[in-house]
C-alpha cells in the first residue's frame, strides 16, 4: 500500500541549508512569493517526508548553547528525498506577534 505512512523508531533529524527566494522560485515553480514561507535543501536528496509536516526547522546558538525554532515544516517533495528538492516552512518569525500574544510565558521563542 503506496499510502501508508511508515514512521521511524527514533526522532529523526536532518542537516539543511536555507535558501533565498529567487533559488527557491527557480527550483520550483509553484513556490510562492511570501516573506510567510522558507525554504531549505541542498539538493543532495535531504528532505522532509511524510508526517513530518509540523515538526521544527531550528537554527543552534553554538555560543548560548540554545536552540530556536524558526520555520514550522509545511512540505517537501512528491517523492521523498528526491534530488534537487526544497523542504518547506513556515516562517515563525512572520507570525511572532501572533504566538506571543497567545501563549502565557513568551520568553523561550523571541
Known sequence: DNTAVIGADKLQQVELL???RPFCRRQKDNFPNSRMILCAGEGDGKDICRA???GPIMLTDSKLQRYYVVGISSYGAT???SRDSQSIFTN???YKD???QNIEINNYLF
Do not use: L, P, Q
Request: net charge negative; proline share 0%.
Open 52 to 54: 513530518d509536516s509540523g
Open 98 to 100: 501572533w504566538i506571543n
Open 79 to 81: 517523492v521523498c528525498g
Open 92 to 94: 515563525v518569525h512572520h
Open 18 to 20: 536555507f535558501n533565498e
